[in-house]
């Protein structure tokens, strides 16, 4: 047996020799046909050049999958092997099966029929060089493999996978992943966090994808229809783009010399029902490539394009910021209840729109030798989303007299009571119409060349981006409105949300409600961003310690600027309220409220007509607030404070060391490397101040800076037996806060006491974690792995914002005030275990054998931040809990597949998290309660190039609840998610 690399462990049956090419990190095999047994670990484990170990000229190709493996060529000796060469999946069986028996081999033929499946329908190719099997088994078994040969810890969702799930976004794709976290709201996956920490990097291909002002991409804004795969990465290289401290998701696209040759269509057509907005969304891709064979090379061109539109709907009852009793609530309460704690205010409402992503993605790609590769390629990605969110309010802490009191069990937080007031009750009824508008474009120029001994790969990319927001907002109140009660925990609504009454109101008439005021607001967000790397790979010594050396250099430059603009306006007649019924579009009012059993109803105007009709809008708020200049204007004035321009340049190099040796008889390989990064830059914004005669002063305000940040990172693998491995890691990572944050700018409101600042800050320091990681993995059969990790992080400058008491000299003036701002927190300390089981159950006999099982937890007892709260808020339970981190997060997942039908059931749990610190109470912190769901999909394949579908999601209709401080001080309130049910057909020719 001759050892070859760090696979020195396995036994080889036969060995034959393959000249292998490196082609965009993947190797093509040629000129061979190999069986090889006793064999666990599919081929495509040699097929990843970040394995750890780097191929040469002429090695050896090892492949199995059960008790025999076929690595198939698609080339010369394997002509028959090609796609088309067999009239029906049973010749090609009889075929392979003769040339095992040749062999001397004993060929699984349930592995050899799923072969036979994938050469007929095309499916391997000639970049395909080894057994493809489609559907759950190969996409599990893509995902393990993956993860096994990969230097670092990372999880992966192929392809196969999120069209197999009613996934529709990056972030619902990866919500099942292991260590990840996700919020949900508006009806779809949100925000992620990476084994509790929210600072996750975004990158496209492996280079940084931004979104307007901030350091990462909505990976809601990325279709799932465009997926080639999806990797969450829970260490780094050295050679990965720096930008987070909790990990980093990796997006691939699709490239067209990845596909078969000649031309492929696909795509897919789906109608989602949403049981809320009681509307299907319809979604659609379509995906047309073309390879081909010319006197100057292969060629590929590729066209994938996706376009959804989806409605939603999400009915809310909640209630906000529990402060001390004060004002005219406080002067009612008798002298043993001054210090009653008492929510700001409550409201219920609903929150329903459309929203449109139309997604393209154009490669071309020329390969003119084996060695060289050239990609151009360019993406958009859009969101068009108009949202409606309406909601009925009353403030509580100051505004009215208290009677009929009932108290929490502890005696210290109002439960329920009455309000008076003869001046007017302060509740009313807000409505909110926002137009959202998102366009991310990126050109991206790739070239790779793999020669004997090392390879060059250069990018140059050009991206740019806007977030745009225009919303306008009309709060109307009733006439007369002067007694209320309420119940913060009552069983008339779900899960004890707040329940409120207004006695004598006629909810009904429009002539019971006055306009309070109009507001409307743009916010406009805009990068251009400029990429430009190469890097290289030197083979050094394939038989000795040091494998080879990569290295390379990436400068990056960031332009980024906001515009904000808002107004206010307060039309009266005769000094009183305008009628809603005399504001336009009031004859169009109509009724809004979430559709919750004993929620009030309400009317209002509808946010879409006082958009599209702001003309009108315009010319009502001239007349009856004359003397607000602000509506002189088409649009609301910019507001100087909130505007700014950045820019940032960045230029990192890095090199690294792949490394293998054996100790003690077991190989142990990795790679070992750093980073070193240097950042610079500006940023121009404005200061306002109140000067002598009592307007206000604004002056420019500038800022430069520069940092350097060095990332080591050391990555290790220990191979006990061919199925057991060892993984061991420490990385760094390091985020900037966002370029809003770092503005130089500062508002002193001299009238607030004590006097109040407002401000960015510029000398926020970069957040920084060292990670440790451990991880025992045991791989066997088919996609069937067991893995147990365990990880501790050590963040520091963790960012937070905070209202402090502190000296005003810095602003001009004497004495303390409050200073509200962004600030760095101390260190922290996040530790947390991992555990997981894939498999089929192919051992089992008959229909049994189809049967498959995965699940997966993570555990995080310890997820400390030194936020510098004072001694008494020290004693608060949770205090110094990270935000956003759940202790449990869990998934189990039930898979059945065969020829032409396949299921799987998934379920996943996240225990409760802290929203964030509320800053004027926070014992009576926000917290959102523990969340499940429990989703399903059945698929059916009648003829080999389609697939029908039926997915469901949220089947036992789990809402999200609410509470007030980790022991559950009082209910917060419940926001109901919808079910939604799926029916789609996706083809492919």
């Known amino acids: 047996m001759q050892e070859i690399g760090r696979f020195s462990a396995f036994r080889f049956a036969e060995i034959r020799e393959t000249v292998c090419y490196k082609n965009n990190n993947a190797y093509k095999i040629r000129y061979t046909i190999s069986f090889c047994s006793d064999m666990t670990p599919p081929v495509e484990s040699l097929m ?77 190719t000639d970049n395909s060089s080894a057994i493809i099997v489609r559907g759950v088994r190969g996409s599990v078994n893509a995902a393990i493999e993956n993860k096994r040969t990969s230097n670092q810890i990372v999880e992966t969702v192929v392809a196969e996978d999120v069209g197999k799930l009613p996934d529709n976004n990056v972030t619902e794709a990866i919500s099942r992943v292991t260590g990840v976290q996700i919020s949900r709201a508006r009806g779809e996956g949100e925000n992620v966090l990476i084994r509790g920490m929210p600072e996750v990097n975004t990158t496209i291909n492996g280079t940084g994808a931004n979104m307007g002002t901030g350091r990462s991409m909505g990976l809601n804004d990325i279709p799932a229809e465009l997926l080639k795969s999806v990797e969450v990465y829970k260490t780094r290289t050295a050679d990965q783009v720096e930008g987070s401290i909790g990990g980093t998701v990796n997006v691939e696209l699709r490239r067209p010399l990845d596909l078969k040759d000649g031309l492929t269509v696909a795509g897919s057509m789906r109608g989602s029902y949403d049981s809320q907005s009681d509307k299907v969304s319809p979604y659609g891709s379509l995906l047309l490539a073309d390879n081909f064979d010319t006197g100057i090379g292969e060629i590929g061109l590729l066209a994938n394009i996706s376009y959804t539109k989806a409605f939603y709907r999400e009915d809310f009852v909640d209630s906000e910021s529990p402060f001390t009793a004060s004002g005219i609530a406080l002067e009612s309460l008798p002298d043993n209840l001054k210090g009653l704690i008492i929510p700001y205010r409550a409201k219920y409402g609903v929150e329903d729109g459309v929203r449109k992503r139309p997604s393209v993605n154009l490669v071309a790609q020329w390969k003119p030798t084996d060695e060289l590769n050239f990609i151009l390629e360019g993406t958009y990605f859009g969101t068009r989303e108009k949202r409606n969110y309406s909601h009925t309010y009353m403030l509580l802490r100051d505004s009215a007299a208290l009677s009929d009191l009932t108290l929490t069990d502890d005696g210290r937080v109002l ?96 002539d019971s409600y006055g306009l309070e005021r109009f507001q409307d607001n743009q916010n406009d967000l805009s990068n251009k961003e400029f990429t430009a790397a190469v890097d290289f790979t030197v083979d050094v010594t394939p038989d000795g310690f040091w494998k080879s050396f990569q290295g390379g250099v990436r400068f990056n430059k960031r332009k980024v600027a906001k515009g904000y603009g808002y107004r206010d306006g307060l039309p009266r007649i005769d000094g009183e309220m305008t009628p809603l019924a005399d504001f336009p579009g009031g004859d169009l009012a109509q009724f809004y409220g979430p559709e919750v059993d004993g929620a009030q109803q309400w009317l209002a105007i509808p946010g879409s007509y006082l958009m599209s009709h702001m003309d009108d809008v315009l010319d009502y708020i001239r007349t009856y607030d004359p003397n607000n200049a602000a509506f002189d204007g088409a649009l609301p004035p910019a507001d100087s404070g909130q505007n700014f321009h950045s820019t940032e340049n960045s230029m990192a190099v890095f090199g690294q060391i792949f490394y293998g040796f054996e100790l003690g008889g077991i190989p142990i390989d990795g790679v070992a490397g ?67 944050e770092l503005r130089p700018f500062y508002y002193v409101n001299t009238g607030a006491t004590p006097i109040r600042v407002d401000a960015g800050n510029p000398d926020l320091k970069a957040q920084k974690s060292d990670n440790y990681d451990i991880s025992l993995e045991y791989y066997f059969g088919r996609g069937g792995a067991l893995t147990f990790g365990a990880f501790v992080k050590k963040p520091s400058n963790y960012l937070y914002w905070e209202e402090r008491t502190e000296s005003l000299a810095p602003y001009g003036y004497a004495g303390e005030g409050t200073v509200a701002m962004q600030r760095n927190a101390g260190s922290g300390e996040f530790i947390g275990f991992e555990a997981a089981a894939t498999g089929f159950f192919e051992f089992l006999p008959g229909l049994l054998s189809n049967f498959g099982a995965s699940v997966n937890a993570t555990y995080i007892p310890r997820y400390k931040i030194d936020f510098p709260f004072d001694e008494a808020t020290s004693q608060i339970p949770g205090i110094f809990d990270a935000d956003g981190t759940s202790e449990w997060t869990g998934n189990a997942a039930l898979y059945y597949d065969s020829d032409k039908f396949s299921a799987r059931l998934a379920y996943n749990y996240r225990s409760k998290s802290r929203d964030g610190v509320w800053t004027g109470n926070p014992e009576f912190s926000h917290y959102t309660d523990a969340t499940s769901r429990f989703d399903a999909a059945i698929n059916y394949t009648p003829v080999s190039f389609m697939t029908l579908s039926l997915e469901g999601t949220n089947l036992l209709k789990n809402n999200t609840e609410m509470f007030f401080g980790k022991s559950n001080l009082l209910p917060r309130g419940i926001r109901v998610q919808a079910r939604t049910v799926q029916g789609s057909v996706r083809f492919r020719f």
């Open 674 to 740: 750093a980073r070193l990064v240097n950042t610079w830059g500006d940023v121009r914004s404005v200061n306002f101040r109140p000067n002598e005669d009592g307007d206000v002063e604004i002056e420019d305000s500038y800022n430069k800076a520069s940092f350097i940040d060095v990332l080591p990172s050391i990555n290790a693998v220990a191979h006990f037996t061919p199925q057991l491995q060892l993984r061991l890691a420490y990385t760094t990572g390091v985020k900037r806060a966002d370029f809003y």
């Open 48 to 124: 990843n050049t970040t394995g750890g170990y780097v191929m040469t000229n002429k090695q050896y190709l090892w492949a199995g999958v059960g008790t025999v493996a076929l690595a198939i060529s698609v080339q010369a000796q394997a002509a028959q092997a090609q796609s088309g060469s067999y009239a029906s999946v049973e010749e090609c069986q009889a075929d392979l099966q003769a040339r095992a028996v040749a062999n001397g081999e004993a060929a699984d033929r349930a592995q050899v029929a799923a072969t036979c499946r994938s050469i007929v329908q095309g499916d391997l």
């Open 415 to 510: 439960q329920a009571a009455t309000l008076t007031n003869e001046d007017g009750i302060p509740a009313g009824f807000d409505t909110i119409y926002n137009d959202f508008k998102r366009d991310y474009y990126a050109v991206n120029f790739e070239t790779h060349w793999q020669g004997e001994g090392g390879s060059i790969n250069a990018q140059v990319q050009y991206s740019w981006s806007n977030d745009d927001t225009y919303f306008v907002e009309s709060l109307s109140r009733p006439y007369g409105l002067s007694e209320a009660t309420i119940d913060f925990a009552s069983d008339k609504m779900p899960s004890g949300a707040p329940y409120i009454e207004f006695p004598g109101f006629d909810a009904g008439n429009i």
